[in-house]
C-alpha cells in the first residue's frame, strides 16, 4: 500500500512540476532561449516523369516520404509542388490499387 502512495506522489510530482530542458529551448544562464526548426529538404531522386505533352520532370521525395514534380504555372509563373500519388506508392514498394 505505501508503494502505490509514494508511486502516486511521484507521479503527480512530476506532472505538476515543470521541465525546465524541452525540445525546442535552451537554457543560457536565467534565459530562455527558442532554438529555429531547421527545415527538412526534399530529397532528388534518379527518376524522371513524363507527362502527358511529354516534357519530363525530375521526381522529389518529400522528407514524409511523398513523390512529387515541380512545375510552373502558365497563369501566374510560380512554382508548386504535384504531388504523385502513384509513385510513391511505388518507391515505397507498396504496389496495388486503392
Do not use: C
Not at 502505490?4 to 525546465?20: A, D, E, K, Q, S
Not at 526548426?37 to 518529400?62: C, E, M, N, R
Not at 516520404?65 to 502513384?86: C, D, M, N, W
Amino acid at each position: 500500500m505505501t508503494k502505490h502512495i509514494i508511486i502516486l506522489l511521484l507521479t503527480i510530482m512530476l506532472g505538476v512540476f515543470p521541465t525546465t530542458t524541452f525540445a525546442g529551448v535552451t537554457q543560457q544562464g536565467k534565459e530562455f532561449v527558442a532554438t529555429p526548426k531547421q527545415k527538412q529538404q526534399a530529397i532528388k531522386t534518379d527518376y524522371t516523369y513524363k507527362d502527358s505533352k511529354g516534357v519530363s520532370y525530375p521526381i522529389y521525395l518529400s522528407p514524409k516520404g511523398k513523390a512529387f514534380i515541380i512545375r510552373v504555372s502558365k497563369k501566374t509563373g510560380k512554382e508548386y509542388k504535384q504531388y504523385l500519388p502513384e509513385v510513391t506508392k511505388r518507391l515505397n514498394g507498396k504496389q496495388g490499387t486503392k
